[in-house]
Nanobody, 126 residues
């Protein structure tokens, strides 16, 4: 069974940085889409970044140039480096995995994901 556990959230001032981690188990990278999804209070879940089974990445326009994905296959851990954080980045961040349908653009997105971590809170103050 796929299990995901996020860590690394916290509170920072605008312009600061955080690195989120997602410890994953129970699946093979080469067969699953992975992603980071966030949800701000009163808003719907928003895809931040998706990683296809072939390793290709797709970032949301709102985080391009500021957020970067990396992976340590030995540790089975995914990372999301978040730089130049803005107050609008405040949300609960979830790590997700799945093999569901992809978007019309061919990338993994929220409906693709079946498995979710418990989330980690990121708060950015102005």
């Amino acid at each position: 069974q796929v299990q995901l556990a996020e860590s690394g959230g916290g509170s920072v001032q605008a312009g600061g940085s955080l690195r989120l981690s997602c410890a994953a188990s129970g699946y093979t990278y080469s067969t699953y889409c992975m992603g980071w999804v966030r949800q701000a209070p009163g808003k719907e879940r928003e895809r931040v970044l998706s990683i296809d089974s072939d390793g290709s990445t797709n970032y949301a326009d709102s985080v391009k140039g500021r957020f970067t994905f990396s992976r340590d296959n030995y540790k089975n851990t995914l990372y999301l480096q978040m730089n130049n954080l803005k107050p609008e980045d405040t949300a609960i961040y979830y790590c997700a995995a799945g093999r569901g349908p992809k978007s019309s653009g061919g990338y993994c997105y929220t409906p693709t994901f079946r498995y979710w971590g418990q989330g980690t809170q990121v708060t950015v103050s102005s």
